[in-house]
């Protein structure tokens, strides 16, 4: 009956909101996240086995919200081994969408019980869908608001554990789905307080200004997509200062930075919590910084830190104007620094506190300002070493990652801190540290790494088991010279206006070798071993070489030119040894 449907979901809805406030005080203890999630999944199933109406369905939307809401949250922000497995996540959002189209399309079919699973996406469009007919959209009005709260944490969900671009056709639907509404449905206040959906009771005594609308949410979830062009902004003040932060980044995009300027010089002069006037003011140094005021934006940046000495940002953003003013010694004493906390921080506490703030959480997923993780700057730190030329201490950054990488061998690539490059290869860092190695001449060690992960690189490369087959027969430097350019093209350009560690290593070498260098053949092994350098090498690449690079699984050649540069770094530390001797001149053959 209806009254015992009223009493079941009102025990449910307290028995929710008894199991949220000691989550609350207990947020990073995987324990109670566990239960807590696990009490969705079963209140979910529970739900649905009453007839669908208007409040069994906002009853279960607004179960579904709390627990995408935390789960998200515990999954950009700390280390969890007790969360649920990622499908029973997705397919508790999806059987909630499906029977949100069910109660609007009154259709008797059930997406589960047909065997037919479809995407968020396929289920938002479907919803889309039906809004368009207009007595469906009324008939719908009463659940409008809960149905787009939980399309828009989809969309977080989605971009949580998955690229920018997948999560993109996912926002453009939302924003369409938005659209279809008139304006008394998104200035809708919605039951929002402490990081939880409430039910739908206001207390007496609260002001319209102390819940956000639904157009509110709408526009912080956008922040995921940000455009200036958008009709309407946060009007709720607690979320004002991400919309306006992702506003600003579309004026600097547009190089439009006075405009930027602006704004920011406006939210500097609000209440701010000291993290988010700290990524404020790096904001700011960073219009500086795009205007030729380096000085400007090195003040800036201190301001920055002082804000939030938590902020590791700040020292990666140092080094960087230290790097364009050329003072080389205090950006690599930045890095240092940056190192120096990052590894305090991963040896400390593995779980952080999660934010269950929906500001905080598009925030973090928004990419309004990169993250710095450890892996990704110490393999920053190393390449700037190995770019000025500081080999020894390049060592140590490389040494330090491969230890760092064996720790999790779920790893199999570090990602860039600018963003736009394109993840670094494991092996990849491998043969970086192998170069490292013997530009500093570390021969035990580089031939150590070489011997190591020689083998590995080479069990799949047909080239290298091919050219193994030939090494014992006779080599002469005309048969080098055809072979390398039978391999890739006697047309290449060995003259590059930023010339390559591997090239360096070549000349370096030029200068100590004995009078067989200057033989025909010697000279001939040499242009054919730098024009190998040069196709395989990835240090001090240009951006738009870099952006070319296809990597892994992409380039035929990637896995041939690792094995490469490892076989050339082995020849490098044996040379100053063993002379050009026949093994070494095997090893280049090769």
């Excluded at 059930?110 to 007919?133: F, N, V, Y």
């Excluded at 206040?189 to 409430?198: A, D, I, S, T």
Aim: proline fraction near 4%.
């Amino acid at each position: 009956s209806r009254g015992t449907l009223e009493i079941s979901l009102c025990t449910m809805a307290r028995k929710c909101e008894s199991n949220f406030k000691p989550l609350v005080q207990n947020i990073t203890e995987p324990e109670s996240i566990a239960r807590f999630l696990e009490s969705s999944f079963k209140n979910s199933k529970v739900i649905q086995v009453w007839p669908l109406s208007k409040q069994t369905l906002r009853q279960e939307l607004s179960v579904v919200a709390n627990a995408l809401l935390l789960y998200t949250a515990v999954k950009s922000s700390a280390i969890c081994h007790n969360l649920p497995e990622l499908c029973r996540m997705e397919q508790l959002l999806c059987q909630s969408l499906d029977r949100a189209f069910q109660f609007m399309s009154e259709s008797p079919s059930h997406l589960w019980s047909i065997g037919r699973e479809r995407s968020i996406t396929e289920l938002m469009q479907r919803i889309l869908g039906a809004l368009k007919d207009p007595i469906i959209h009324f008939r719908s009005l009463d659940v409008l608001g809960s149905i787009v709260t939980v399309c828009g944490l989809a969309c977080l969900f989605v971009r949580a554990h998955s690229d920018k671009t997948e999560v993109q056709p996912m926002i453009l639907v939302f924003q369409d789905i938005t659209n279809t509404l008139c304006k008394d449905t998104l200035q809708q206040p919605l039951p929002y307080k402490n990081g939880r959906l409430e039910e739908e009771e206001f207390p007496e005594d609260s002001k319209p200004e102390d819940f956000p609308c639904l157009q509110d949410f709408v526009n912080t979830v956008l922040c995921l997509h940000p455009n200036d062009a958008r009709a309407t902004r946060v009007v709720y003040k607690p979320w004002q200062w991400l919309d306006i932060i992702c506003l600003c980044k579309e004026y600097m995009s547009k190089q439009e930075y006075s405009s930027a300027m602006e704004h920011l010089e406006g939210l500097l002069n609000t209440p701010l919590d000291p993290e988010i006037r700290s990524a404020v003011l790096c904001l700011f140094a960073q219009c500086y910084l795009h205007q030729d005021c380096s000085q400007l934006a090195l003040q800036t940046y201190k301001k920055a830190l002082k804000a939030d000495q938590d902020n590791h940002l700040v020292f990666f953003y140092l080094a960087e104007v230290y790097k364009l003013l050329k003072q080389e010694d205090l950006e690599l004493e930045s890095l240092s620094l940056l190192v120096k906390v990052l590894t305090h921080k991963h040896l400390g506490s593995k779980t952080l506190t999660p934010d269950l703030h929906l500001d905080a959480l598009v925030f973090s997923l928004c990419d309004a300002l990169p993250s710095v993780k450890l892996p990704e700057t110490l393999h920053h730190f190393a390449q700037r070493c190995v770019e000025l030329h500081r080999y020894t201490e390049a060592t140590e950054q490389y040494l330090t990652l491969l230890r760092l990488l064996e720790e999790d061998l779920e790893c199999t690539s570090v990602s860039s801190i600018h963003g736009d490059n394109r993840p670094v290869d494991v092996q990849e860092i491998v043969v970086e540290a192998a170069e490292a190695l013997a530009l500093a001449k570390q021969t035990e060690q580089c031939l150590r790494l070489v011997e190591k992960f020689l083998p590995v690189f080479a069990a799949n490369d047909t080239i290298y088991l091919s050219s193994s087959n030939l090494a014992d027969s006779n080599i002469s430097g005309a048969g080098l010279n055809d072979s390398q350019d039978s391999l890739l093209g006697s047309q290449l350009n060995i003259e590059s206006p930023r010339c390559s560690v591997s090239l360096q290593r070549e000349r370096e070498k030029l200068e100590r070798v004995d009078s067989f260098s200057k033989s025909h053949e010697f000279e001939n092994l040499c242009i054919s071993t730098q024009r190998k350098r040069l196709r395989s090498s990835s240090f001090l690449m240009d951006d738009d070489e870099r952006s070319q690079h296809k990597g892994p699984g992409k380039d035929r050649w990637w896995s041939s030119s690792l094995v490469v540069r490892l076989l050339l770094s082995k020849a490098d530390v044996l040379i100053p040894n063993e002379g050009y001797s026949e093994g070494v001149i095997r090893c280049l053959y090769r």
